[in-house]
């Protein structure tokens, strides 16, 4: 490559290398970088660093306000105020199915219902309980038969929302045709003769292009991390619904039995040990309870 002299300046983030700006002299004799220049160039790799932090940091705030932990009066259930588009745009999918209790509930436009309902059964077989991502189905579940194959669904996200696996939200993202950039062809390798495995260096590092076909954009690490806390808040939401669900039927037959016993003015009056349970829908998610 003829390359005389080179510096580079590494950009770090959260503690790891983020990425490096690479500087090559070329010519007959190698140019040396002052020091003041060297110091500038540090300044700009720190700089650079901190205004990443602070760019992912922003980014994560933003998703956590789509996701609210106090009850309030305006979002009784209190435990997310996200909507379908809303959970679909913080997590960059196409469209995804919500599963509780054996009921779904369709996020988005899905153009391939058979795909997103074989999807729908394999994930509750496997009872899956942590949060998994998958650019490409097919390799990253290789036990999934579906005769027909996958055409549109290509990656998901998924969201247990209880200790079982048998709730959960599944958000998926279309595949497609990428190129990806390479700065040389990383497939090549040059190996120096009269040794084995003694990598020689690239002789280039010309643009090569690579065609990615199947496959769906990457998940972030904010992304994750957004549903790791969705995981968190959101089922512990829908444990507390499933055992107040779970002990209705029971007061009720108590109370029953108490007002056959004993007349009406034996009965407790004091609202204040009264519990209100109150049902929005028939969704497990979207019920609550409240101690007046």
Known sequence: MAVRSSMSISINAFGDLWGLVSCHGYGSKGLRVSFPIR???RLIGDT????IEKLSYASRLQARK????????ANPSGYIIASSDDLLKLFDADFG?????GETKIMGKVEHTQEALAM??????RKITSV????DIR???PDLVYQPGFLVISGLLLVPLSVSGSDFIVFFRKGGVREVKWAGNPYEKFIKEGTTGYLEPRTSFKTWSETVVGKCREWTEEQVETAAVLCLVYGKFIEVCHCITSLVPSLTRRSGLETKGGSA???PTDQATACKFRSRSAHPAQCYYQLP
């Not at 199915?97 to 209790?101: A, D, Q």
């Not at 729908?120 to 077989?125: M, W």
């Open 120 to 125: 729908l059964e394999y994930l509750r077989l």
């Open 139 to 141: 390799e990253s579940f």
């Open 132 to 135: 998994i991502t998958s650019q």
């Open 265 to 267: 003015a034996d009965q």
């Open 66 to 73: 789509l996701i609210n932990t106090v009850p309030t009066e």
């Open 97 to 101: 199915l919500l599963s509780i209790r």
């Open 39 to 41: 110091k500038m160039c």
């Open 48 to 51: 650079a660093s901190r205004n």
